[in-house]
């Protein structure tokens, strides 16, 4: 377990932090841009110093004021991936891989040539730091951090600088880190879909403040979140399992709280578990059982909540039994169906909506 | 070097070897206090700055002065290494060093501080994330980044304190075979009657001598940009 309560004041800016990561876990810091997450990481780290706090990674103490504890960020082993990569520009990828061998403290659990190959950096370890793409810096930044044997690894929007392409360079290699190496991370991030595919715990900051935490399926129906994603990315993210896949359409049947939904997605297999994120303005809520529609996913169920969304709409939380969806509906279509709380209504999901990049295998 | 005269042939070697050990007594405390002014902030740190570019603005004569005040064997500094280890600055070639070094102390740091400047403070927390200790990272980021500033600096000091003359002359003298460097000897030269010709010698050899360093440290810095890929 991963446990933070700083507190630090500079000039205007507050920040105020408090959650706790289960290990091994990914935790995502999410929050718009300027609320704080970089300076949390970085006190976490111990590049700064709260003005009080308390911060362990299980029974280890790294900070806490009150009884004067002050471990020194060299000393805290705790991996950190930098924005910017940050490699040494007179070393050589290997050098800077070995420059974090040499020095890294406490029980190895993973070596140079696990490393190198869990990132695929065989063919970059002779080149020079300025040879390397922007996704390649990355991997060899995590790549540098990991051989530090840390106990958490802190990762400060390493995908950021990257375009798509990039990005997807770097992606399936921290799923692998997480699912291989069961390090524990802290990945702040502005974009959901990493969010997703990564995190196990999300932490949502606002203005200097963490508001919430939780598992992402929770978090992603919290209003907090909708704040912070913007209307459009706003969407239940529900985990299901593979019932079958018919073999013509590519079409794959995923058991989703009572219901099935329908979607179109590689290598999927009955069986295997999914996560997926559905968008709120994907789903078209319907009081009967629909007739003559395209529509290939009717899912059954209830309804939960109305909240007020942006301009003259609203997000209906829907209870598909044993997991809940949102859906963004006029106004004007919330008077006219008489939609409210314990109507039983019918959730309609277009197939071709759920994207690869809001879906993540469990 | 064969058509220079005897004396001035030892002028030469002689402000060769004052340069090069001005350069070396400059640059641990350049380094140091480069440093101190890119990366820390802490009270006086104007007041360091503008004492080490003071040289800049000296008359030269003033600061040979000061150092004859200072290191003179009667001088508080200069009358305690004459006392505890017998050394004499006064009307030697180390003391032609130390003036050389003071009056070139400010290209030194400036090569240094600019260099240090350009270098990423990041790279310093990175490898303190990796585990390096002050000292450590110190040896190992900051001073191989400061190498290619370090080196400009050397280079463009030895160059500048070939030309010292000023302090070189009001503090050691102008001793032939002990102080009598470049400069010093060129004055000398257009002093005495039917001196022109070795005058003009001496000169032409002072701007083979400053043209080289000059485009040694441009070439060096170019080569050192390449393979920082900058």
């Known amino acids: ?362 | 070097m064969i058509w220079l005269h005897p004396s001035e042939r030892t002028a030469l070697w002689l402000s060769l070897e004052v340069s090069v050990r001005s350069v070396l007594l400059g640059l641990p405390p350049a380094v140091l206090i480069a440093w101190l002014l890119a990366r820390r902030r802490f009270p006086g740190r104007s007041l360091l700055d503008a004492l080490v570019h003071l040289p800049l603005v000296l008359p030269p004569v003033a600061v040979g002065y000061l150092l004859l005040i200072v290191f003179g064997v009667r001088g508080p500094v200069g009358g305690w290494l004459h006392r505890v280890f017998g050394i004499t600055l006064i009307f030697t070639p180390n003391g032609a060093a130390l003036a050389t070094a003071v009056m070139t102390f400010p290209v030194m740091v400036r090569a240094m501080r600019i260099s240090l400047e350009h270098v990423d403070h990041g790279l310093e927390d990175a490898a303190r994330m990796l585990g390096a200790g002050p000292l450590d990272r110190f040896a190992t980021v900051t001073l191989p980044l400061m190498l290619p500033g370090i080196l400009a600096g050397m280079i463009m000091a030895f160059s500048a304190g070939l030309g010292e003359f000023g302090a070189v002359i009001t503090f050691v003298s102008n001793i032939p075979g002990e102080t009598r460097t470049l400069p010093l000897a060129l004055y000398t030269a257009l002093q005495s009657p039917g001196g022109d010709a070795a005058a003009a010698r001496l000169a032409a050899i002072s701007i083979t001598l400053g043209l080289t360093g000059l485009l040694f440290a441009e070439w060096f810095a170019r080569r050192v940009r390449r393979m920082l890929g900058r």
């Open chain 1, 1 to 362: 377990m991963l446990r933070v309560r700083v507190a630090l004041r500079r000039g205007a800016f507050a920040l105020r932090a408090r959650f706790d990561l289960p290990t091994p876990g990914v935790a995502a810091l999410f929050g718009r841009s300027g609320c704080g997450k970089s300076t949390l990481i970085n006190l976490i780290a111990g590049l700064l110093e709260p003005d009080e706090g308390f911060i362990a990674i299980d029974e280890r103490v790294l900070l806490d004021t009150s009884s004067g504890i002050r471990i020194a960020a060299e000393a805290r082993r705790i991996g950190y991936v930098f924005q910017d990569a940050r490699l040494f520009p007179h070393l050589r990828v290997a050098a800077n891989l070995r420059y974090a061998e040499r020095r890294a403290a406490g029980a190895r659990y993973v070596g140079f040539d696990e490393v190198s190959a869990l990132l695929a950096l065989e063919p970059l370890l002779e080149r020079r730091v300025h040879q390397l793409s922007g996704g390649e810096k990355q991997r060899v930044a995590i790549g540098r951090a990991l051989l530090g044997q840390p106990r958490l690894l802190l990762l400060d929007e390493p995908l950021t600088s990257l375009d798509g392409a990039r990005r997807e360079e770097v992606l399936p290699y921290l799923e692998r880190l997480r699912d291989q190496l069961a390090v524990p991370m802290v990945y702040v991030s502005h974009q959901f879909d990493e969010v997703l595919r990564l995190a196990t715990h999300v932490v949502l900051m606002d203005a200097g403040a963490t508001i919430a935490e939780g598992e992402i399926g929770p978090m992603s129906l919290r209003p907090e979140l909708r704040r912070i994603v913007g209307a459009d990315a706003v969407g239940a993210v529900i985990d299901g399992e593979v019932r079958r896949v018919e073999a013509d359409g590519g079409l794959a049947a995923v058991q989703i709280g009572d219901g099935e939904l329908r979607l179109r997605a590689a290598g999927l297999a009955p069986g295997m578990r999914l996560r997926v994120q559905i968008l709120a303005r994907d789903v078209i809520v319907a009081t009967g059982d629909p007739q003559g529609l395209s529509v290939r996913n009717a899912v059954r169920g209830t309804v939960r909540a109305i909240a007020a969304d942006v301009a003259d709409a609203c997000l209906i939380t829907i209870d598909v039994g044993g997991a809940e969806i949102l859906a963004r509906v006029t106004a004007d279509a919330v008077r006219e169906l008489a939609l409210a709380e314990g109507l039983p209504v019918v959730a309609l999901v277009k197939t071709v909506s759920i994207s690869a990049d809001r879906l993540r295998r469990l």
